[in-house]
């Protein structure tokens, strides 16, 4: 596969990884990395694993916010542009690193996806780290938002119907950590992994395993991938479509802005994109307010955090 080498085909990729907002403070680690010769694949696996572990972030890993039953389900996916080798898993239980676990199923397996009691029969199969990923705060915050639903963990637990609890416990309240990559070679990869959507119905699998929805990369064009309501990821395909309108010729900020335009057709709930197009210009779009993204490139010292676009 033809690999970018900078403007004109000239210069040597500029080395840069691109993030959603909460990614900040993995991004110094995946530059290290790449700074010493390492491959796009390992920077975006090492600054996804930072956040998955990060016990403050709710919305990824360890600490990450529980479905109605208070048990925290992880989906996770990454993406080898080059190769477009795939691995996810998702509604994943009871490890520190579902980033790690998907990296496994790609290259370990003959499959490129494995859920739930699969995933984690796997994951207990290669010996990866075990984690309660819910904390005793994350379990207060699932305790209140049940008494809110007139529920107590024990009445849950109890239902034979949850959807009428689900329709009262999930509001706009979810996350995600992206990590999009190009190493000192021009090869592309990402990372997407996330506990979902809060207080969700088990099993509920949002865009982040889902390769072309929620993550994608090709190391000839560029990267992409979501954050928000990750069901219109899905309906719209949102990552593939994106990379597919790098392929075209599009510019990264006019690619993150149709993304968005594409999701508010569909729905009003937030919705968020990064991209990163193979010479290293990114962009991203959100339609709320407040939205951020951050990106270190290897001539900076420290990530820069900046105002994603806003398109209504
Ligand atoms: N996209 C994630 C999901 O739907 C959540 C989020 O990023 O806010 O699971």
């Known amino acids: 596969m033809r690999v970018a080498s900078g403007a004109g085909g000239q210069r040597p990729p500029t080395l840069t990884i691109v993030a959603s907002g909460n990614g900040a403070s993995a991004l110094p680690v995946g530059m290290r990395l790449l700074r010493r ?5 390992d920077a975006v696996e090492a600054c996804a694993r930072i956040v998955e572990a990060d016990p403050t972030d709710t919305s990824v890993g360890r600490g990450g916010k529980p479905n109605v039953l208070g048990i925290v389900e992880l989906d996770a996916s990454i993406v080898d542009g080059t190769t477009h080798r795939v691995g996810a898993v998702a509604a994943l239980v009871g490890y520190l690193y579902p980033i790690t676990i998907a990296r496994a199923v790609m290259e370990r397996t003959p499959h490129v996806m494995l859920v739930g009691a699969g995933a984690a029969r796997f994951a207990r199969e290669i010996g990866a780290a075990k984690a309660q990923n819910l904390t005793a705060s994350t379990r207060e915050l699932w305790v209140e938002r049940l008494r809110k639903a007139h529920e ?12 009428p609890v689900v ?15 190009i190493d000192g070679a021009g090869h592309i990869a990402s990372a997407v992994t996330t506990s979902g959507w809060a207080y969700k119905y088990p099993g509920r699998v949002g865009d982040s395993p889902i390769v072309g929805a ?6 000839r064009y560029g990267a992409a991938a979501c954050t928000g309501f990750g069901e219109l990821a899905i ?5 593939k479509t994106a990379v597919d309108r790098l392929a075209k010729g599009i510019a990264p900020v006019e690619v993150a802005r149709l993304a968005v335009a594409d999701a508010n057709v569909l729905d009003d709930a937030a919705f968020n994109i990064v991209v990163l197009a193979a010479d290293g210009t990114h962009a991203s779009a959100t339609n709320r307010e407040g939205r951020r993204y951050c990106f270190m ?3 900076m010292e420290e990530p820069v955090t900046t105002a994603r676009e806003v398109v209504r």
């Open 214 to 219: 929620g993550n994608y990369c090709d190391t």
């Open 37 to 41: 010769g390492g491959n796009a694949l």
């Open 297 to 299: 490139t290897a001539d």
């Open 152 to 163: 107590t963990p024990a009445s849950v637990r109890r239902r034979a119907r949850l959807l």
């Open 235 to 239: 309906r719209n395909v949102t990552a």
């Open 167 to 181: 329709r009262k416990t999930v509001r706009e309240e979810r996350g995600t950590v992206n990590f999009l990559a």
